[in-house]
Each structure stands twice: as structure tokens, then as C-alpha cells.
């Protein structure tokens, strides 16, 4: 039965018509409202007509700005009976909201990568899958790969702490993750599903387990400050100009045996593909980025292996 809105009564009820007009609401709101139980009618006329108490306009605006803030009629339904109250429920809206704000995020940072980088519709859905996956999926992702990188190594064996630091994931990527982040998920993803990437971490894990861990000379710094000058003005590591900044980081004393053993465990812990894991790590963690040590390193490798004593 519809309802005459402009019927009213001498009881200090209120019609259809003229809730809402007081609410502002439309008539067909109010009635959908009504017939869904959010908003009941406190009688009716004797022609059957829908009447409201005065207490029917503060309802009236409860249910709007609850519906106003996405919740459904139904939750609304449950305050207003008082079967929840309304902290609870804002406080589970809040959480349901964050949870599609990030998805939202996500997803545009995403297709922003997709607009800079472009890409195949196949790499567009990958990406996205790696990018929506649960806290546990991406961890578990690092996990499998540490896992089988460092089988049958013991906790306490020499190097196994590098097992634990290459699980380091963040809890989540960041609710408005940076474009340079979203790469490095992509990136560390596929890195860690790179079969010959997967063999260098289990060399070098074997490697730590045995006790072979770089060396504690030289000194890093050095071969930074006087290795890192040479590779940035392109002095080749078998000249006679590398051979004296060689002498500036390792004793001029040693060997050629221990000139190739020095080289070979170097090399051993020395590799591009293995430092970018840690860089991508560092930007989905917010580490502070430091300088690229790795090629430094090889051209030190290169110099110990050119200027062999006696050779």
C-alpha cells in the first residue's frame, strides 16, 4: 500500500510526507528505509497510512550518515537495535576500509609501473598477483627460496646468519607503496624464482657453512676508497698504475698462493646478483641505500689474479 504523504493527525506524529521534509530526504528514501526496518513507523492512520514519532528524525539521521560511510542496511539495522554499538562498528569499517584503500594503492602503483615500463597484458597480471598477495603468500615466496638455498645447513653452522637476514621481508608493502617499491617486489620476486641465481646463494651458503667466510682483510674501506677510485676513472686492474693501488689495500708481502687464495675467497662472496637482493631488500624495508661495493671488489679480485709474485 503506498502512503499519502501530507496525512496528518493531531497526536504530534508526523507523516510520510513531512519526515521528510524535515530530514531532507526524499519520501521514497524514508519508505525504503521504513520497509527495511531501519526506520519503523511508530503507527499508522485509520486508512492504514505510515505515522512517525518525533524521535523518528534523529533516527532518520543516524541511518544517513551511517550509509553515508558505506556501512550496509543491515549492520545499520543492528545499532540502531543495539546489537552492536557504534564504536565496534566503526572501528571494523575503519579496518575494512584501510584494507581496500590499500588494495586501491596498490593497484595504481601497479599500472603506473605498467605506464612507465609498459609490458605485456601477461606481465600487467603477474605483477598485480605479486602485488596482491597476503603478507604470508610474499614470505613465503622468500622462504622456499632461502629454504632450499641453505638445505641441510645447521643453524649454527659458520654463515647460517646470512639465512636469517635473506628472509628479512617487510610485514606488507607500504599502504601507498612508492613506484621504486612495487619494482623492487617485482624484481626480488623473480630474482628469487632464477634457477642459476637460486645455485649462487647455495654455492656461497655451502661455502659459509664450511667456514669459509670472506676474509677479514682488507679492509673494506680500503678497497672502496682506492679500488672504487680506480673502477670510477677506468684504471684497468692489470696495469701498472692498478698495481700500485693493489699494494695500497693488500700487503705487498704476499704469496701467490696467497694471492689466489685471497682472489678465490673473494670471488667466492662476491657477486652483482647477490648484492641487488640485498638492495631490493633495503628498499621494501626503507634501509638506507649504500654505495655499490661489488664492482670494487671485482676489479680488486682482477688485480690480485694479474699481479701474482713471480709470475
Known amino acids: 500500500m503506498s502512503d499519502l504523504s501530507d496525512v496528518s493527525d493531531c497526536t504530534g506524529t508526523l507523516t510520510i510526507g513531512e519526515l521528510a521534509r524535515r530530514t531532507g530526504l526524499s519520501v521514497r528514501t524514508i519508505r525504503f528505509w521504513s520497509d527495511s526496518g531501519v526506520v519503523a513507523p511508530s503507527g499508522r492512520t485509520a486508512g492504514g497510512f505510515r505515522l512517525y514519532d518525533a524521535g523518528a528524525a534523529a533516527r532518520v539521521d543516524l541511518v544517513r550518515t551511517l550509509r553515508e560511510l558505506g556501512l550496509p542496511l543491515e549492520t545499520v539495522r543492528r545499532v540502531l537495535d543495539r546489537q552492536v554499538t557504534v564504536r565496534d562498528v566503526a572501528g571494523a569499517h575503519v579496518r575494512a576500509l584501510d584494507a581496500e584503500i590499500r588494495t586501491l594503492m596498490v593497484r595504481r602503483a601497479v599500472l603506473d609501473r605498467v605506464a612507465r615500463h609498459g609490458g605485456t597484458t601477461e606481465e600487467m597480471r603477474v605483477m598485480h598477483e605479486l602485488a596482491r598477495m597476503s603478507v604470508d603468500e610474499r614470505q613465503r615466496i622468500i622462504d622456499d627460496f632461502v629454504r632450499e638455498s641453505f638445505d641441510g645447513i645447521g643453524p649454527n653452522a659458520p654463515g647460517a646468519q646470512l639465512a636469517q637476514a635473506m628472509r628479512t621481508m617487510p610485514g606488507a608493502l607500504p599502504a601507498n607503496p612508492t613506484p621504486e617499491q612495487v619494482d623492487?617486489?617485482?624484481?626480488?620476486?623473480?630474482?628469487?624464482?632464477?634457477?642459476?641465481?637460486?645455485?649462487?646463494?647455495?654455492?656461497?651458503?655451502?661455502?659459509?657453512?664450511?667456514?669459509?667466510?670472506?676474509?677479514?682483510?682488507?679492509?673494506?674501506?680500503?678497497?672502496?676508497?682506492?679500488?672504487?677510485?680506480?673502477?670510477?676513472?677506468?684504471?684497468?686492474?692489470?696495469?701498472?698504475?692498478?698495481?700500485?693501488?693493489?699494494?695500497?689495500?693488500?700487503?705487498?708481502g704476499l704469496t701467490a698462493a696467497e694471492h689466489a687464495l685471497l682472489a678465490d675467497r673473494l670471488a667466492t662472496f662476491t657477486d652483482r646478483r647477490v648484492e641487488r637482493y640485498w638492495q631490493l631488500l633495503g628498499a621494501l624495508n626503507g634501509w638506507p641505500q649504500a654505495p655499490s661495493g661489488v664492482p670494487a671488489f671485482e676489479w680488486l679480485i682482477a688485480a690480485l689474479r694479474a699481479h701474482v709474485p713471480g709470475g
Open 184 to 252: 623492487a617486489w617485482v624484481e626480488l620476486a623473480e630474482l628469487v624464482s632464477d634457477e642459476p641465481f637460486r645455485r649462487r646463494v647455495r654455492e656461497m651458503a655451502l661455502a659459509g657453512a664450511r667456514g669459509e667466510r670472506q676474509p677479514e682483510g682488507p679492509d673494506p674501506a680500503k678497497v672502496m676508497e682506492h679500488a672504487g677510485r680506480a673502477v670510477h676513472e677506468h684504471i684497468a686492474p692489470e696495469s701498472a698504475a692498478g698495481k700500485e693501488i693493489l699494494y695500497r689495500i693488500v700487503d705487498p
